[in-house]
């Protein structure tokens, strides 16, 4: 059973601040993911990544960094914490091929910016 | 890029109704249209896929048919139950291992008993 996990379920932190959300998944996916779901917006992608040190631009990268500096892990980063990024964050990982393209969430971190 | 919209935002049927919900897509690359549902306070998760080869795909009370002319996808709800009361998010993809997957805003499905 595939299992992506992130760090917290709930998150308060401060204007300007640099906050790191964790994702570990256990099932060796080379392609992971971080979308910012947002009422009547759906779920938007913010970077993606498909190899260990490789990252990609999802449709909202801006005020965002992302690390991946080993297979099974895959951090967000927020350099400077705003309100608008008050969000939900998930996670997703799924493996590369051909036919193999469902993407495994993880519970979301609910991040609060005051 | 790749721009999919979703309707209706929200659907509310009788249980043992139908409920049908519509996206279409702009890439016409796209040959991969999953559909993940989000129960409350929990991850969404597939319920069916449908790939660009073929018009309709069935799973018990639920069905996805694919109009890659129209570059339209719809999923389709039969018999509703309580428990189909979630969130539907509709997605495509072009498939192949280095997928970037655009996702719909999403359909609220209430399923009045």
């Known amino acids: 059973d595939v299992k992506v996990t992130q760090s917290s379920r709930y998150l308060v932190k401060r204007t300007g601040e640099k906050v790191f959300l964790e994702c570990v998944q256990d099932?060796?996916?080379?392609?992971m993911f971080w979308y910012r779901q947002d009422p009547g917006l759906g779920l938007r992608l913010i970077y993606f990544?498909?190899?260990?040190?490789?990252?990609e631009k999802g449709d909202i990268p801006e005020g965002y960094s992302v690390s991946r500096e080993k297979k099974e892990r895959f951090s967000l980063i927020l350099e400077s914490a705003s309100t608008n990024q008050t969000s939900m964050y998930l996670c997703?990982?799924?493996?590369?091929?051909?036919?193999?393209?469902?993407?495994?969430f993880g519970p979301g971190t609910r991040l609060t910016v005051l | 890029g790749e721009n999919v919209e979703q309707h209706p935002s929200t659907l509310s049927v009788q249980e043992g109704d139908s409920a049908v919900i519509k996206c279409t897509y702009s890439?016409?690359?796209?040959?991969?249209f999953p559909w993940y549902k989000q129960e409350l306070g929990k991850r969404p998760q597939l319920i069916i896929d449908i790939r660009s080869n073929v018009g309709e795909k069935k799973d018990q009370r639920i069905a996805v048919t694919l109009n890659k002319t129209a570059k339209h996808f719809s999923l389709h709800i039969t018999e509703t139950q309580p428990e189909d009361s979630a969130v539907y998010f509709c997605?495509?993809?072009?498939?192949?291992?280095?997928?970037?997957?655009?996702f719909g805003t999403g359909t609220k499905l209430q399923v009045i008993p």
């Open positions: 997703a990982s799924s493996l590369r091929g051909a036919y193999t393209d469902t993407q495994y």
């Open positions: 990544s498909y190899d260990v040190k490789m990252k």
């Open positions: 997605a495509a993809s072009s498939s192949g291992g280095y997928q970037k997957v655009t």
């Open positions: 099932m060796d996916h080379e392609n």
């Open positions: 890439d016409s690359a796209s040959n991969y």
